[in-house]
Every structure is written in structure tokens, then in C-alpha cells.
């Protein structure tokens, strides 16, 4: 039988875990009455099993049952809490500020509102991927309604300064939204700093197809409007029939990270390790964006005179990423690499690589020695030899 290729690409998306999978499986077939038909067994079934998530998560957050809201992913939480507290809120100002390295979710739901009447800024970063708060706080006006920046960035894995972040924003009376999806499982957040937090469950082990929109009920200041009309489904907020194999997916998805938080030192070794490999044998390998500040699990790098769609054509024994992979094959440089200043030249030649969970010592040694010979390989034929 034929050996998969080594999976190094855990920030585009991550597999299912087993127990998690497990804990699905009923609710496809055996447990499958609608959770809104709560007037018979079956329905009343499928309800059970939602409001357990929902607890499970909500003791995650430190937050209240009607705090957490289930969407199909970070992508429409995202849409929701920007575009429905702008529209909600839109009597009391029409200034939005975000970074220049969001997500595309993020952006391109600004860029709407901006067409709508809408003030945005961008705030732009520094050369190791971080905004400067003080930026932030003089960004502010009294027409600022909301301030959304992601926790952890998806392609240069940068960590952002929340605490400060936080901190001015409740200073100024702005909400606080965040795109977190990349931080659940990897780092340590104090959940209660942020009005609002979207996510998406299969960047920590839950299915794709599934997310939230926490929408924190002590900030007492937050009305949003309904983006999805329908039969009236999640206090209102988000109508249409709930998944519930997906939302049982990743309640147990929370549960579990806890119980692997304790790998986090393995992950950062396996990472620092790839990078020491490949840096030490192969000379102009550079980290982009800042060194200490970042995910445990992430590397960004530039390799000098080696193209990453070369590099990734090379490798055929693994899997990785030349930009973030919703962004991929758009035709388009990332925008979060030109915001942190790399050149057109030194985007080509970066790339994104992540382990994760399943990564072995082995797979790392392995995919070394192959990423080390193939850009060899690749530079010698750049030059012709």
C-alpha cells in the first residue's frame, strides 16, 4: 500500500480527532430527530445533545448558555458579528478598525461596509507582524463602533498583544471582536477580555462545516442584527436546522483540549526542530515575522532563490502551504507578507509549514532531509546547473 505524503499544513485545516468522530457518529443515524421539534422523543433527543455542547463550551468561555452561538464556521460568525453590529449600531457611528493581516473574512466584510457608508481603518503592522497599540488607541473616535483583530494570525502565526488590545477598547467604550480560530487549543486566552469571538471548529480537531460566534451577555452594550431569517433558530440570531452531529463534534472538540494542552512542548520541539534542520544545511532560510510571539505549531519562512510553487512541485512526499489555503490559487500575493514588508520576490519564496497533533519525530526528520535535497536540487537548476 502506498504511504501518504507527510502532513504539514495543520493551520489550513486539521484531521478529525477519533473520539471526537466517535462522539458524532450516533447523531447521523440512530439519534437524528430535529432539535427545534422538542414535542416529541426524538426531538427532545437531538435538543439534549445541542445543549450539552453548548454547556461544555460555554464553561469554556466563562460564559453564559445564550453567549454561544453555532454558525456553519469563522466565515459567517465573522460576517454576523461585523456586518450585524454594524448595521444594528449604525445610529451611533460608522467607524470600523481592524489590521491589515486579517483574515480575508475579516477584510472583505469591511470592505463591504465600506461601500455601505462605512469608515475603516487599517491599522498596519510592524516588520514582525504586530500592530502598535498606540495606533490603535489613537485610531479611535467617538464615531468608532468596533475594533476587530484577530488573536493569532493563519499564515505568519504572529500572537497579538490582546491584553492591551482589550484594554483599550473598554477604556474607549469599543467593542472587541476577534477572530480566534487559530489560537482554541494552542494558546492561553483570557476569554473575558473580548466582547465578541469567532471561530471555526476545524483548525482544532472538530469537523469542518462548524464554528461560533460567542457574543459575551456581561457586555451588555452588544445588539446585533440578523444576517439569516428564517425559523427563528439560535435566540434569533442565525436561522436554519442546527448540525447537530457537527455541533456534538465540537463540543467534544473542547473537551479534549485540555487534555492536550500538555503537548504544546512537544509541537513547539518538533517545530523549532524543522527549522534547525533546514536552516543549518541550507544557507538565506529566514523566519518571517516575529520569533517568540507566535504559535507554538507555526513556521513562516523565505528561501532564497527557490520559488514555493517549485518547492511544493519538488516535495511530493509532503504537504504544505505556499499562503494561507483559503487565498491559495487566487492568482494574489498574501497581503499579510506585503503588510509585515517582504517584497514580491521574497513572497514567492515563502512558505507556510504547521505540524500538529499526529506529527512525528520521524515525519519531521523525513521531511528535513526532503525539503533540504529538494531546494538544493531546485537552486541548482535556477542556476543552470
Same mark, same amino acid.
Given at each position: ?19 471526537? /468522530?466517535?462522539?458524532? +457518529? ?25 445543549? +450539552? ?76 507582524? /504586530? ?14 463602533? /468596533? ?101 456534538? !463534534? ?44 507566535? +504559535? ?32 491559495? !490559487?487566487? !492568482?494574489?500575493?498574501?497581503?499579510? +507578507? ?45 542556476? !543552470?546547473?
Amino acid at each position: 500500500m502506498k504511504t501518504k505524503p507527510i502532513y504539514l499544513d495543520y493551520q489550513s485545516t486539521t484531521p478529525v480527532d477519533p473520539e471526537v /468522530l466517535e462522539s458524532m +457518529l450516533p447523531y447521523f443515524s440512530n439519534v437524528f430527530g430535529n432539535p427545534s421539534s422538542k414535542g416529541h422523543y426524538y426531538g427532545r433527543e437531538s435538543s439534549a445533545a445541542v445543549s +450539552l455542547s453548548r454547556k461544555i463550551i460555554s464553561e469554556f468561555f466563562e460564559s453564559e448558555l445564550e453567549d454561544i452561538i453555532f454558525t456553519s464556521g469563522a466565515t459567517e460568525s465573522i460576517n454576523l458579528a461585523i456586518k450585524g453590529y454594524a448595521e444594528e449600531n449604525y445610529k451611533n457611528g460608522n467607524h470600523i478598525i481592524t489590521s491589515q493581516i486579517e483574515h480575508s473574512a475579516v477584510l472583505n466584510t469591511c470592505k463591504y461596509l465600506e461601500k455601505n457608508g462605512f469608515e475603516i481603518t487599517y491599522l498596519p503592522v510592524i516588520s514582525n507582524g /504586530l500592530i502598535n497599540p498606540d495606533e490603535l488607541k489613537n485610531s479611535i473616535t467617538e464615531k468608532t463602533l /468596533l475594533v476587530s483583530i484577530q488573536s493569532s494570525n493563519n499564515e505568519i502565526g504572529v500572537t497579538q498583544d490582546i491584553d492591551t488590545i482589550a484594554k483599550i477598547c473598554r477604556k474607549k467604550n469599543v467593542v472587541f471582536h476577534s477572530d480566534v480560530t487559530q489560537s482554541i487549543g494552542k494558546e492561553n486566552l483570557d476569554y473575558k477580555l473580548f466582547d465578541m469571538i469567532s471561530l471555526s471548529g476545524h483548525k482544532f480537531y472538530a469537523p469542518k462545516g462548524v464554528g461560533l460566534l460567542v457574543i459575551r451577555s456581561d457586555s451588555k452594550r452588544i445588539k446585533i442584527s440578523t444576517q439569516t431569517y428564517g425559523g427563528g433558530q439560535e435566540f434569533g440570531l442565525r436561522s436554519g436546522t442546527l448540525n447537530v452531529p457537527y455541533i456534538v !463534534g465540537i463540543g467534544k472538540a473542547f473537551q479534549l483540549i485540555q487534555n492536550n494542552f500538555d503537548e504544546h512542548d512537544r509541537i513547539i520541539s518538533l517545530r523549532d526542530r524543522l527549522f534547525e534542520g533546514i536552516s543549518s544545511q541550507i544557507d538565506n532560510v529566514y523566519l518571517n515575522a516575529d520569533k517568540i510571539k507566535r +504559535l507554538p505549531n507555526n513556521l513562516n519562512i523565505y528561501i532564497k532563490d527557490v520559488k514555493s510553487n517549485q518547492l511544493i512541485d519538488e516535495c511530493k512526499n509532503i504537504c504544505f502551504s505556499a499562503a494561507a489555503a483559503c487565498s491559495t !490559487g487566487s !492568482g494574489k500575493r498574501s497581503h499579510v +507578507l506585503k503588510a509585515i514588508g517582504l517584497s514580491d520576490d521574497k513572497i514567492d519564496s515563502s512558505i507556510r509549514l504547521s505540524v500538529g497533533r499526529h506529527t512525528t519525530k520521524m515525519e519531521i526528520e523525513t521531511a528535513i532531509e526532503e525539503l533540504v535535497k529538494s531546494i538544493i536540487k531546485i537552486r541548482n537548476i535556477n542556476k !543552470g546547473l
